[in-house]
């Protein structure tokens, strides 16, 4: 079993939806998390880094993390046909001092 | 805005060729790190430094694959002898020194290196 589970998708929804994407880990060391989004030909770029349980916004985005469900989302409001990419979540497990990745979602935007 | 430089961006060559990755990282960055990107693999962590020395490298093939940082401007990756089941994109990724909680800084991603061995 991994320790980071993602749904690989694919997502399609219409412009303007608003959409979830969602992790869940099983290393209680993971105790950073973060959002990248990367788009076809690209590195992954980072979106959001948090520590807390509990909601992190950052415009359209809000990243949400339940450490005791050990469970973390990722929220897009107003999708935008540039937001169509891959979301990948990471976590740092602070024993190791690195990263691991989910296997990302596709996420499509329609206009 | 300072970001990770890799080159060569596309590489194609024969299986059993030496094959050399470059990475310049944000400069200021003391963490530098190597993934290897696939469809059925996902991310996964080659190699690790901090402050050029290597810490981590568990995930890295040791009798093909070598990783080096000859500077703090510059890390590589090399394979030899590469083999059709190499391809795939490779990133590198720097992450900022300094502070106490230098291991829990997020990494900054260059584009990668998309291999093609033949």
């Known amino acids: 079993q991994k320790e980071v589970e993602q749904d690989p998708g694919p997502l399609s929804v219409p412009e303007g939806a608003i959409v979830s994407l969602n992790c869940t880990y099983s290393n209680s060391a993971f105790q950073y998390f973060m959002w990248y989004r990367q788009y076809s030909r690209k590195g992954p770029e980072l979106l959001m880094y948090t520590y807390s349980s509990g909601n992190k916004e950052d415009g359209r985005f809000t990243a949400q993390v339940d450490k005791s469900s050990k469970y973390i989302s990722l929220f897009i409001r107003d999708s935008q046909p540039s937001d169509s990419a891959t979301y990948l979540c990471?976590?740092?497990?602070?024993?190791?001092?690195?990263?691991?990745f989910g296997d990302g979602t596709t996420l499509t935007v329609k206009p | 805005d300072a970001r990770v430089t890799q080159t060569p961006r596309h590489k194609v060559t024969e299986m059993g060729q030496e094959v050399t990755m470059r990475c310049q990282p944000i400069?200021?960055?003391?963490?530098v790190f190597w993934y290897r990107q696939t469809m059925m693999q996902g991310l996964e962590l080659l190699a690790y430094?901090?402050?050029?020395?290597?810490?981590?490298d568990s995930g890295m093939p040791k009798d093909r694959f070598s990783a080096e940082m000859p500077d703090a401007t510059l890390a590589t990756l090399k394979i030899q002898p590469s083999e059709p089941r190499d391809s795939a994109v490779y990133f590198c990724?720097?992450?900022?020194?300094?502070?106490?909680?230098?291991?829990?800084?997020?990494?900054?991603f260059g584009d990668g290196t998309r291999l093609s061995i033949l």
């Open positions: 990724a720097s992450g900022p020194g300094g502070g106490r909680n230098v291991r829990n800084q997020p990494q900054h």
């Open positions: 990471a976590m740092i497990n602070t024993n190791a001092g690195k990263s691991t």
């Open positions: 400069l200021g960055h003391n963490t």
């Open positions: 430094f901090r402050n050029r020395a290597p810490l981590d």
